[in-house]
Every structure is written in structure tokens, then in C-alpha cells.
């Protein structure tokens, strides 16, 4: 089945030490997010990849840096964990921009800072 | 700006119950307006949507109609069952210069007890 997977499920980290989160699809869509769910809150989107142009979201930290090498694999990477990074970070994909097109999630990582 | 306001939780229903969640939203464009669902410890998945004033969606039971007049895209369904036990996000989204994002309300948890 076509699909959005991410890596590691969990990830525990120790405050100030880089992390990185892992995305991939099999959907060959265009468009990738990495959005941030603190608990019991909606999800926040960081940004996102059109092919290779990346968009940052106005008050998405410095702390907060993405990757994607190819259409498949996008990577979230935090260069210095606090404790209020501790969140699920999701991964979504949809085919194009537009109002039409729908986002498909991954399972989500859920970062633990220590 | 756009924004999604949800009813606050949590709804605790008995199985076979009614269920309405509302959702209301304020968008500067023509939104497309989704319900989605995240089960515990998992990512969210899209339950309806709907991309037009007085398109119904629906899936697995579960029924909402985009209603522009009231600028409203509450959730129903007739019949619980414990199994629909989750966080259900109210979402619209919005083209803009920088591509279109999902603006999630601040989610409603259902629990149904048998």
C-alpha cells in the first residue's frame, strides 16, 4: 500500500543534543510537511516542500531545520532540542497544492527531551 | 486571518448514542473544509471533507455539510460505537502565495462506552 512512514516512532533525545526525524513516502506526491503536535493541541505546521522549494512558516523557530534529498525522503532536524520541543512531529504529503488536494499523515514521532 | 473553533471535550457517549461535534470557521478565501481522526498514538487520517457551500461529506457513518451561510461543518453521526473512540480535528484549507496549509482546530476527544 502506498504510504507515508516515519522513523523512529519514538525518539528520546537529551536537552541540547541534535536530533533528526526521519519521513518517507511511497505516494510520489509533490508536496511534503513536517507539522509539530504539543499534547492535547492541534497540529502546527513548520514547513514544507514543493519538490525541492522549501517554505518556512513565519514563526517556525531557528532551532528548526529541513532536508529533502529526493521526492521520497524528507528529514526534520532540530539542532538543539529544548525541553518545549518535546511534541508527536507528523509528516504529511499531498499530491499538489490547492485547495482540493488532501494531506496524507504519517504515524507521527514522538520526541522525548530529557 | 483563517482560523477553525471546535467545541471543547471531551464527549463521553454511550454506544448507540447521537453524536454532533461542531466546528465553526472564519477563512479569507473559499476553504475546503475535512474532519480528521487520530486514534491513540497514531497520525491522523481523514475521515470526510467537503470542497464546496452545501457539499456533504461522508465515511464510515459519520456525515458533515459545508454550510457557508454559517460558515459551520459540524460532524454527526446516528450511531456511535466504541470503536469511533478518538480525537476528531476540524481542519480548513486555504491556497496562498506560499502554498496551502492545513489550519486544524484544537481537536475534540470522544470516548464511547459500551
Known amino acids: 500500500d502506498a504510504m507515508v512512514i516515519q522513523n523512529p516512532r519514538y525518539q528520546v533525545t537529551q536537552f541540547g543534543k541534535p536530533v533528526t526525524l526521519s519521513c518517507s513516502q511511497t505516494?510520489?506526491?509533490?508536496?511534503m510537511y513536517w507539522y509539530q503536535q504539543k499534547s492535547s493541541q492541534a497540529p502546527k505546521l513548520l514547513f514544507h516542500?514543493?519538490?525541492?522549494?522549501?517554505?518556512n512558516e513565519a514563526d517556525t523557530p531557528d532551532n528548526f531545520q529541513s532536508r529533502r534529498p529526493n521526492t521520497s525522503f524528507c528529514f526534520l532536524d532540530i539542532r538543539s532540542p529544548g525541553l518545549g520541543d518535546a511534541a508527536m512531529y507528523l509528516c504529511?504529503?499531498?499530491?499538489?497544492?490547492?485547495?482540493?488536494?488532501?494531506?496524507?499523515f504519517g504515524p507521527g514521532t514522538r520526541l522525548t527531551v530529557l | 486571518g483563517n482560523s477553525v473553533t471546535q467545541m471543547e471535550g471531551p464527549v463521553t457517549l454511550s454506544e448507540e448514542a447521537f453524536l454532533t461535534i461542531n466546528c465553526t470557521y472564519t477563512?479569507?478565501?473559499?476553504?475546503?473544509l475535512f474532519w480528521y481522526v487520530q486514534y491513540p498514538g497514531e497520525g491522523l487520517q481523514l475521515l470526510l471533507k467537503?470542497?464546496?457551500?452545501?457539499d456533504k461529506g461522508s465515511n464510515k457513518g459519520f456525515e458533515a455539510t459545508y454550510r457557508k451561510e454559517t460558515t459551520s461543518f459540524h460532524l454527526e453521526k446516528g450511531s456511535v460505537q466504541v470503536s469511533d473512540s478518538a480525537v476528531y480535528f476540524c481542519?480548513?484549507?486555504?491556497?496562498?502565495?506560499?502554498?496551502?496549509?492545513?489550519?486544524f482546530g484544537k481537536g475534540t476527544t470522544l470516548s464511547v462506552s459500551s
Open positions: 516542500y514543493y519538490d525541492k522549494d522549501f517554505n
Open positions: 481542519a480548513l484549507s486555504v491556497p496562498s502565495e506560499a502554498g496551502t496549509a492545513l489550519i
Open positions: 477563512a479569507t478565501g473559499y476553504p475546503s
Open positions: 505516494l510520489n506526491h509533490n508536496v
Open positions: 504529511a504529503t499531498s499530491r499538489e497544492f490547492g485547495r482540493y488536494n488532501e494531506q496524507f
Open positions: 467537503a470542497t464546496k457551500a452545501d
